[in-house]
Nanobody
Framework: VQLVESGGGLVQPGESLRLSCAVSGFTFSTARMRWYRQAPGKEREWVAYISMEGITTNYADSVKGRFTISRDNAKNTVYLQMNNLKSEDTAVYYC????????????WGQGTQVTVSS
């Protein structure tokens, strides 16, 4: 099983980024997917969730209305569109695969750095 995140970078406040997580090694369409992030000196926190079919999504309050999670089961890829980025969004972003509706799975990517700074 392999999860590979991409799309991170350095942006200014108010700008946008789209993260991608390409998944291989299992049947992507049967996996619930999540994005997490970890800022320096802080614990890893959940950011967004998407169901297997992509019908149900949930977001942390801190990103609601600014971030959008989506998936393309034909491409085995999950995305995180991040708009109106703030300095407090600076973190390493990780995708997570599997799990249940209330808990994450066992598969993690290596992370991609997002830095929001003027």
């Amino acid at each position: 099983v392999q999860l590979v995140e991409s799309g991170g970078g350095l942006v200014q406040p108010g700008e946008s980024l789209r993260l991608s997580c390409a998944v291989s090694g299992f049947t992507f369409s049967t996996a619930r997917m999540r994005w997490y992030r970890q800022a320096p000196g802080k614990e890893r926190e959940w950011v967004a969730y998407i169901s297997m079919e992509g019908i149900t999504t949930n977001y942390a309050d801190s990103v609601k209305g600014r971030f959008t999670i989506s998936r393309d089961n034909a491409k085995n890829t999950v995305y995180l569109q991040m708009n109106n980025l703030k300095s407090e969004d600076t973190a390493v972003y990780y995708c997570n695969a599997g799990g249940t509706t209330i808990s994450p799975g066992n598969y993690w990517g290596q992370g991609t750095q997002v830095t929001v700074s003027s």
